[in-house]
């Protein structure tokens, strides 16, 4: 073939290109739609925390609930960390698969998320007091990519002090382990000093920086006179909680808690959300940030389930007898 005829082959290529370029495309069979992507949604969580399945059960059915199918309509890309310091490497890697939503559970996670990313959506279903967290300067307002529930772990602290003194009357000095690393221990202190004002408390202040501390802080209770424990909320108390409720029956010293498992484990009460029905209803807005939604205009959201459990098992461990008022009040009763 001459260099003129190969030319002239070229040319009529090229013109077939723009001719399939430039013709509309043929409609699928039956006037069907091009199938749309599968969203994403990442959800960090930590394999060590015996209650993650739960929770991220709950956030499924709250999914299914919607009328998503995870796996068909929804997929989720389930991270994890052992320790805080890889917490920022994970959330790098959801940004760079580019998925759809971050789902986190717990304040600190919000914070790291916001942190690599102010692109992507963050949901947070259990987050704490995002107004004193820095995540948010009001609930109804939101600011930047982040929305989710807020469990008001400080303002129910106050309410736990009040419900010791109700089953402990005769204790006037109660220690309170504080966790100085958690997002929300300045509105956890303010709260705690406002409740013990108004309580006629004396609080012990007594800080945990990692599980080993826990032996200690209940050996400075007692040499306190402290004749209870109230315990901040922090993700911490969950890897912890055998270990605190056998130092607690060890230091025959009653420990109030926020959070179920701890309680289940063997603390003697909790008072706080029911953080499985939180992480239900973060599905809601996940699923309205897939349909269009930004994150600064879904108002973040209240806990509206609070839950009142007491241990009668570790009651009888300790040799203490608990009202029956309150006993009857009791969401929940574990013999």
Not at 12 to 28: E, F, R, T
Not at 69 to 95: F, W
Not at 104 to 121: C, H
């Amino acid at each position: 073939m001459t260099r003129l005829e190969r030319s002239a082959a070229r040319l009529a290529a090229l013109g077939l290109v723009a001719l399939a370029l430039a013709l509309p495309a043929a409609p699928l069979p039956g006037g069907a739609q091009p199938a749309r992507p599968v969203p994403t949604v990442g959800f960090v969580g930590l394999p060590t925390d015996p209650s993650e399945a739960r929770f991220q059960d709950g956030f499924v059915r709250g999914l299914r609930e919607l009328g998503y199918v995870p796996g068909q309509t929804i997929r989720l890309d389930v991270r994890s960390y052992r320790t805080r310091d890889q917490v920022p490497a994970v959330l790098q890697e959801l940004v760079r698969q580019k998925v759809d939503v971050i789902f986190v559970g717990q304040p600190f996670l919000a914070i790291a998320a916001k942190e690599v990313t102010r692109d992507i959506p963050i949901v947070c279903g259990s987050c704490g007091d995002p107004t004193e967290n820095g995540l948010t300067p009001s609930l109804a307002s939101p600011t930047g990519n982040v929305t989710g529930l807020a469990s008001l772990s400080a303002e129910l602290i106050g309410k736990r002090l009040e419900l010791m003194k109700e089953l402990f009357p005769g204790v006037a000095r109660h220690a309170v382990f504080v966790f100085p690393g958690n997002p929300g221990i300045g509105a956890t202190a303010a709260a705690l000093d406002g409740a013990g004002r108004m309580l006629g408390l004396e609080l012990q202040r007594l800080e945990i920086r990692g599980t080993r501390d826990f032996e200690s802080a209940f050996r400075t209770a007692v040499r306190g006179g402290a004749g209870t424990v109230v315990l901040q909320d922090d993700p911490l108390l969950r890897a912890a909680a055998p270990r605190i409720a056998e130092l607690a029956l060890k230091n025959r010293m009653p420990v109030s808690t926020g959070l179920l498992e701890v309680v289940e484990a063997g603390a003697l009460m909790s008072y706080g959300p029911d953080r499985v029905d939180l992480y239900r209803r973060a599905a809601g807005f996940v699923d309205r940030i897939l349909k269009g939604a930004r994150p600064r205009e879904l108002p973040w959201e209240q806990a509206t389930k609070l839950s009142l459990v007491l241990n009668l098992k570790t009651a009888r461990a300790l040799g203490v007898t608990l009202p029956q008022p309150i006993v009857l009040r009791a969401d929940r009763v574990i013999e």
